[in-house]
């Protein structure tokens, strides 16, 4: 008996360098792991322990996600195709393990005591942890971390990111799968417009040809944004204000106050004024009855005089020392 617990204690410092493995049986352990995975590999806290441990002759990108629904966290689900497109990819392209980069996923389900451990309160959160020995180590086992603040989604940042981290390894480029669905709806699409366009071209383009229609829609375009309307989305202006009597103030005093319905009346009066003369000026002069023509010159001026004193008198709303004005207002 005595025999055997000296042979026991004996063994024992050989049996616990036996089950501490080289950095090199880790590395070759989780990158067949990584091409059999066909992505990142899927870690615990146990795991995640095991493979960012020192010392470390390779290394190892770690995203530290929650993809659970009741955590609520969009950018997790929005990045994880990204992640493993990312992982997949570089693993393809360096089958050999030549730049000894190992991507691994810690969701939070499986790594609370990693989250604790490091203090996280948000995610996806990217550890990248640089060999401790080796040409290209850093001894104080500090990883690089990637900043998704700006909400990056992308594979491509992350990428870059490790190529600047690791500069001396091989850098896969990323290459994302045919998306033959987006090829069908585009060639789909631009058939279907140019049959649309073969079929309704005669009919469509001397519409399109014609000179009214353009001066019309150029006329409301130049009435719009000459009433001040970029102004109100620009300043999200309010509609109307009280007048602090109990009513309403549809006009603000100053050049650079303006409410949104004092831009429609604005523009409806430029329409009206435009309508007028365009009317004397074209429509007036074929009439071939004289009486109609000289009753039209008298309602198209009296039209034009009325709502230019009504302009007259809201720019006087703007600026109070304005000292002109036109009767009846």
Known sequence: MKLLTLLTTALLPLTALAAKKPAADRFAEYHAKQLSAAGSIKLTDKSYSELTKAPRDYSVAVLLTALESRFGCNLCNEFQPEWELLSKTWAKGDKAGE??????????????????????????VLLLFHPTTGPDAKPDNQASRFDFSSGTNTAEPIHAFISRALPSIPHPALVRPINYLKIA??????????????????????????????????????????????????RKVPYVAGDGKGGMSYFAGGFQNQFGLETQ?????????????????????????????????????????????????????????????????
């Open 265 to 329: 009346i604005v523009a409806a009066m430029y329409g009206v004024l435009s309508f007028a003369t365009i009317s004397l000026a074209l429509k007036v002069p074929r009439m071939t009855d004289p009486r109609a023509q000289q009753i039209a010159v008298f309602v198209w001026a009296a039209v034009i005089m009325v709502m230019y004193s009504f302009l007259l008198s809201v720019f006087r709303i703007k600026n109070g020392g304005y000292p002109f004005w036109l009767p009846p207002f």
């Open 99 to 124: 730049g000894r980069l190992l991507f691994g996923t810690l969701d939070f389900v499986d790594g609370k005591s990693t989250f604790q451990s490091l203090q996280l309160q948000t995610a996806p």
């Open 185 to 234: 709806l585009t060639t789909t699409a631009v058939l279907g417009a140019v049959t649309f366009l073969s079929v309704a071209g005669p009919y469509l383009f001397p519409v399109l040809q014609n000179r009214n229609l353009w001066a019309a829609v150029s006329l409301i375009a130049v009435l719009l944004f000459t009433s001040g309307h970029m102004f109100n989305h620009i």
